[in-house]
C-alpha cells in the first residue's frame, strides 16, 4: 500500500489564514448555502482527512468551496493546484455578486475582475445583471455594520503619496471618461488596479486616518472602473465593480461615498428598465448617508430618485423629489465637498430635471432646463452634454418641432462618433427611434443619412 502524503500546501494556506478544521468546515458549509452551487456540509474530520491525505481528493464541488474559502481569507486568488488537488473540472457558480463579508473576500472578486479586462476569455460575456443583488446590498447597507472585521496580511506602512497616487489616477482617468466615454479609460483604470492598487490593499488597514483615506480612494476608482463598464454597455461587469466600490467605502466608514456609488447604481438600474429598483437605491443612498452627506451630495440622490420616479410615470413624486433636490443643492457649499461630487452643480441638476419632463412628457419643461444645463456646463463634460443635447432635440420632437430637433441632434451624432460610449449611442438610436414616426418630413431622411455617412468609418 502506497504511503499517505500530508497535504502540505493546504496545510501552510490554513496557517497563513489562522484557521482551524472546524473554522474551515463551517465556511464552507455556509458560502456553499448561498452561492448557487450545491450545498456541501464538510466537517472538521474530514479536513484532518485531506490534510493528512488519507482522502486523496475530495470531491470537485469541495475542492472549489475550499479554494474560494480560502482566497477570501487570504486575500488573493487561490487555485486548486495550490491547496495539492491538480485536474479538478471548471465550476460554473458565479460568485463575483456575493456580498463581501471582508476586505480580502473583496480583494478575491476583484482580481478576477480585473483579469476578465486584462486577460479575456469570454468569461466576462456569460455574466449577468442580477436585480435581486440590489436588494441583498440594501439590506446590508440599512442593517448591516460599516466595521470591517478582517485585520490586513503582513500589515505595510503607506505614505501620503500612496493614497495621492490613487486620487490622481482616479482624477485623470475621470477625465479621459467625461471627454471621451469610458472606453478610453476603462483598460487604464484595470491596469492601475491589478498593478498598482491590488498587490497592496490588502496589507492596508482602514483602521488608521491614513488607511481609511487609502480606501476612500481606492473605492472611488473602483467605483470609475464600473461606470467605465457601464459606460460602454458591459452592464453586468459594471455591476460587480459598483458592488466592490461600495464595500470599500463601507470598510473605510465612508457613508456619503458609499451613498454616492448607490446613487450610480440607482442611476444603471433606471438605464436598464428596473424602476423600482432604482427608486429603492437612490431613496437608500439619502437615507443611509443623511447627517454625513453634504447638501450638493443629497441633492444628486434626491435627483436620481427623481429620475427613476419619471421612469415610473409617477409624476407627484418625482416633483417632490425634484424640489428636494433643488432646495438641497440651494444649500450646498462647494468648499466643503468632497471632491467627488464637485462635478454635480445647477448644470448637472438641470440635466436632470431635463430627463425627468421628457420623461413625464412635459416637452416645455424638459426644453427649458436643457437649455439652462447646456448654457452652464463646463466643455469637459463632453459626454454630459451629449445626453443633455439628445433630450433637448427629443423635447423638441415631442413638441413637434421636427426641423430644430434635427438640427440639435446633428450635433450629438457629431459629438458622438469620437466617443467610445454606449450609452451615447443608445440615447441616439432612442432619438432615431421616435424621429422615424415623422417619417413624411424630408428633413427625417436627410438626418438618417447623415448618420448613416458618419457612422460608416
Known sequence: MAEREPNRRLAALMREA?????????????????????????????VEKWLSGATRRPKARTCHVLVRVLSHAVGRPVTVDDVGYGEVPAENVDDTLEYP????????????????????????????????????????????????????????????????????????????????GGGRPKPLVAQYLESEVLPLLPHVSPGTELGQRYFQEVAALTRLAGWTCYDTGQHALAQRYLHQAFRLARAAGDRPLAGRILAGM????????????AVHLARAAAQGARGQATPTAMALFHSMEARAL????????????????????????????????????AAE?????????????????????????????????????????????????????????????????????????????????????????????????????????????
Open 310 to 345: 419619471s421612469s415610473q410615470g409617477n409624476e407627484q413624486e418625482t416633483t417632490a423629489a425634484m424640489l428636494e433636490a433643488e432646495k438641497q443643492l440651494s444649500a450646498s457649499n462647494p468648499e466643503n465637498d468632497p471632491e467627488w461630487i464637485k462635478y454635480f452643480d
Open 101 to 180: 463579508e471582508t476586505v480580502s473576500h473583496s480583494i478575491t472578486t476583484l482580481t478576477r475582475l480585473a483579469e476578465f479586462e486584462l486577460r479575456p476569455t469570454g468569461q466576462s460575456d456569460k455574466l449577468l445583471v442580477v436585480p435581486a443583488a440590489w436588494s441583498n446590498l440594501l439590506v446590508k447597507w440599512m442593517f448591516g455594520s460599516d466595521d470591517e472585521r478582517s485585520r490586513p496580511v503582513e500589515p505595510r506602512p503607506i505614505s501620503e503619496f500612496d493614497v495621492q497616487a490613487v486620487h490622481d489616477a482616479t482624477a485623470m482617468f475621470a477625465g479621459y471618461d467625461y471627454r471621451y
Open 266 to 277: 440607482s442611476h444603471q438600474a433606471n438605464f436598464l428598465g428596473y424602476y423600482e429598483q
Open 349 to 457: 441638476l438641470n440635466a436632470e430635471f431635463a430627463h425627468c419632463f421628457r420623461d413625464l412628457e412635459k416637452p416645455d419643461l424638459a426644453t427649458e432646463h436643457a437649455a439652462k444645463s447646456i448654457e452652464a456646463s463646463e466643455s469637459l463634460y463632453v459626454r454630459s452634454l451629449s445626453f443633455c443635447r439628445t433630450v433637448l432635440a427629443t423635447s423638441y420632437l415631442q413638441a413637434n418641432e421636427v426641423e430644430q430637433a434635427v438640427t440639435i441632434a446633428r450635433e450629438v451624432v457629431d459629438t458622438a462618433a469620437g466617443l467610445k460610449s454606449y450609452r451615447v449611442n443608445s440615447y441616439l438610436d432612442e432619438f432615431r427611434a421616435r424621429l422615424r414616426k415623422k417619417s413624411d418630413v424630408p428633413s427625417v431622411a436627410e438626418f438618417e443619412k447623415y448618420v448613416t455617412q458618419k457612422t460608416a468609418y
Open 18 to 46: 489562522g484557521m482551524t478544521n472546524k473554522g474551515l468546515a463551517k465556511r464552507m458549509t455556509d458560502l456553499s448555502n448561498i452561492d448557487g452551487g450545491e450545498a456541501i456540509a464538510p466537517t472538521h474530520t474530514n
